[in-house]
């Protein structure tokens, strides 16, 4: 049997993630999920980014029906999953209330 890098030089990562962010950590955590070596990187030791600046709202909206909205529930319900098991993380599932403000965008309020 022949060793991968990773398996051998705990240096070697199969996937190196830039950002614990939401998105980096998303890529990290699927990277994980398909039995990759992740090593993430961050520039600071808080959080500073985008994900911060949503006030930690994961919310699904802005989605036409179709495969980005079943994509975007799927994520949703990948993070609340995560925050459960998370002891620092407090997550409070709630519906969202947004006003339609034309017809077309009533498929997004039920989201």
Known sequence: MTLSPSEHD???FDLAVVGSGILGLAHAYAGVKRGLK?????RTGTP???SVRNFGMGLVTGQPPGIML????????????????????????????SP?????????RNS
């Open 10 to 12: 705990p240096q070697h």
């Open 38 to 42: 992740v090593a993430v990187f961050e």
């Open 48 to 50: 500073l980014g985008a």
């Open 70 to 97: 079943d994509l975007a529930r799927e994520s949703r319900a990948i993070w609340l999953h995560l925050a459960a098991r998370a002891t620092s993380v407090p997550v409070k599932p709630a519906p969202c209330c």
């Open 100 to 108: 339609a403000a034309r017809p077309n965008t009533m498929c997004c």
